[in-house]
């Protein structure tokens, strides 16, 4: 026993030694993916999995992970403390990816162009269970599962190929699907799956029989309106094009026409959910990471979590849509669970209390950005982009509970809403949330009635404010039904929103920058400058200082000092003319001209002009003589490149 305890007595000196020689920020052990579990963790001899580390770690500890790309899962045994946290991070900022996949190799020829593989994937036939879904990478880039129609050479899920109309219910979750485009399938197309979009709603359902121009189907849920937007996947001879794959799970075969015809390489398929685990974990934070394929997950346990600095791409993806089950409906909530589907298990997800994410990218998923469930979380200065293409009432980010924080993030291409409440989980109760200096766009790009701030329904906002958020350049999918800016949907009330800039709505008749409004409590709407039409319902609502560049009146109970369609407001940079707008689209400058009639036009309002020049507050989201707010992350980041 005496032997043991001088052995850990040296191996604790070396490490502190390491360290100090290191000139580290804290103690811990090092990781490489050139060391060994076996050696003791130290800068010259480090652990090779970072599991290792986790398993050792104690709070106020690092543990510092080397360049190269580790293929796992962490857990840490042990909680850090408020005053003494668990840290992982990139050593001096060296490029540390954590993946959840692995390479795929031992290629032989199918047919043609097409190659085959044996490999066992995690998900059989679309189960959804434990929350995968088959996933396949070329060069570091997500390919398409077989499809009809296929993508387009920019594969860009969230701009797919559809085929419009055809699939009718025929009651309960029973289906037909008539169009003259589905062609004829050797194999036939029974047990092909199928995603279908209509108005406001995605499903998915499983194709039972039938043959070219007319189908018969099952799908997640029912839905009485049919379906307009499809397409269909899941079998063999759908893959037809560069790109593409197929996964036959009774064969544990994966088949790839890889994107330049020739015999594939550099393949690698998901196998892993999650790059942390921290359920019932508390105070860890995540520093200067990449995550691949991967997420992290929290539990309602856990307690002060920190992700700080990461670059996630491709943090989850499915491709069904089962209806979440009961247990997960909020009380006073309908029973169309099918709108959330994958709503909580995809994301970043930050369960618990007081955890923060922060200038970070997130950078494609087929659900949530990040998932906000409990209390009093923070999400500042990130990027979150390429979000919701399967479209549900997931989002960039989805709220449950009170108290959060979301603010200077830039949010881009998204298949809905971009930050979203949804009532079917996160219930009525929405008091002290604050959502303020967002830079929105590119939303709502595979769906329609909603909203790049949408919450829904019967919300009580009380104590929160939608302040100082740029809500722009976003075109409506379909001329019907349309979207907004900042949507207060069926009764959500009590709202405080001031100082957004809502602007170049397109596409659809039907878009509107604000709607808001409900007999259930008060809306507060002070200095906003929105260049679309403004829609507030029946109930105490107070609008004052706005300017409403597109309405030629409001219906508020309480109303002055506003600026309306017949105005020139003479902003000192407008918004570009549409002509111009497919080639450059700077963000305009919304501060009135010296000379606007909204100079000095406005009426003081406590805790909301709190800070103007001149005899009075001038009327709009800019104040002539203070610095101009920008809205938006200050992080630099290419979606073009990455």
Known sequence: MLIKKLRIIVLGIGIFASMAMSGCESPGYFVSPNGSDDNPGTIDRPFKTVQKCADLIQPGETCWLRKGTYRETIQPRVSGTREKPIVFA??????????????????????GSIYR??????????????????????????????????????????????IGGGLKSEGGTAATIENSEIPALSEGWAGAKVWSNEWYTTRTGTITGGTAGKLTAQMSAPWDRGGFWLYFFGKLELLDAEGEWFYDDSSQNLYLWSPDSKTPSAVEVKQRNFAFDLS????????????????ITTSDRSTGIVIDGIRAKYVSHHMTLPPLPESEKAYDADDALFLAAHAHDTGIQLRGNGHILKNSVIDGSSGNGVLLEGNEHQVTNNIIANTNYQVSYAA?????????????????????????????????????????????SSFGMLSTDLGAVYVCCHVNLEGGSIHHNWIRDAQAFSPFWGTRGIYLDIESFNSTIHHNVVWNLTGSEDNYSLVAGSPRGYERVFNNTFLGDVYLNDGPVEARNNIFAGSKEIV???????????????FVQPPIA????????PIPDFTPQADSPAIDAGVSIPQITTDFTGKFP????YERYLPAWKAGSSLKYDLEKN
């Open 618 to 621: 001038d009327i709009g989201a």
């Open 117 to 162: 593989s044996d490999v066992s994937l995690p998900i059989n036939d679309y189960s959804d269970t434990g929350f995968l879904a088959n996933q396949i990478f070329v060069n570091g880039e997500m390919m398409p599962e077989a499809r009809f129609p296929n993508l387009d050479e920019k594969r860009d899920f969230l701009r797919p190929t559809l």
């Open 90 to 111: 990139a050593y001096k900022n060296e490029q540390v990816t954590i993946s959840g996949v692995e390479i795929v190799k031992d290629w032989s020829s199918h047919r």
């Open 556 to 570: 508020a109970d309480r109303e002055s000092n506003n600026l309306f369609i017949d105005t020139d407001v003479k």
């Open 280 to 295: 019932e974990r508390s105070y860890i934070t995540v520093r200067n990471l990449n995550l691949f394929a991967n997420t």
């Open 578 to 585: 549409k002509s111009l707008a497919e080639i450059i689209r």
């Open 396 to 440: 960039p980010v989805r709220i449950n509970g009170n108290g959060h924080r979301i603010t200077h993030n830039t949010i881009k291409r998204t298949g809905r809403d971009a930050i979203s409440w949804d009532w079917h989980t996160a219930g009525i109760d929405g008091r002290n949330i604050e959502i303020a200096y967002n830079d929105i």
